[in-house]
């Protein structure tokens, strides 16, 4: 067909360990690297922020921060969806970790204490989640 698009219709959930090598805990690996790419890039241009403050640069911390924490929503065209079908445990780490480091890296000024605290918030909650929750 001349001028047209194709469409795959194959659903994600079918790409097995079988056909590709990829589980459901590797594609929740993948969707959460891309949140945390946004998170990364945001503490990039915090630094930079520190470094000569202007306002894009803010704007630009908090459309990044928008864009991870909105991602994480377990909605099924977001990359929430796929972390939360993957494991109810990985997903409240990572969106603990993630709206953790995102209200730190908008408050606090130390970024190693925004990746510290954040890695140990998002790992109390997970524990909470596991013992009172999952182990039910």
Known sequence: VYGGFLMSFVPRQRLGYFRY???????????????LASLFLALFFKIA??????????????VNIMLACLNM?????LTGSTI???SRTYYIFSLALIVAASLMIFYID?????????LLIAAL???IWHVFVELK
Do not use: D, H, K, R
Not at 21 to 35: C, D, E, I, P
Not at 49 to 62: F, G, K, M, V
């Open 125 to 127: 909650v997970a524990l």
């Open 84 to 86: 939360f079908f993957a």
């Open 21 to 35: 090598g990829l589980s459901f805990q590797n594609m929740a690996t993948v969707a959460l690297w891309g949140n």
């Open 49 to 62: 922020y520190t470094l000569s403050p202007s306002p894009l640069i803010n704007t630009a911390i908090i």
């Open 110 to 118: 130390s970024i190693l204490l925004t990746i510290i605290g954040s």
């Open 73 to 77: 929503l377990p909605i099924p065209p």
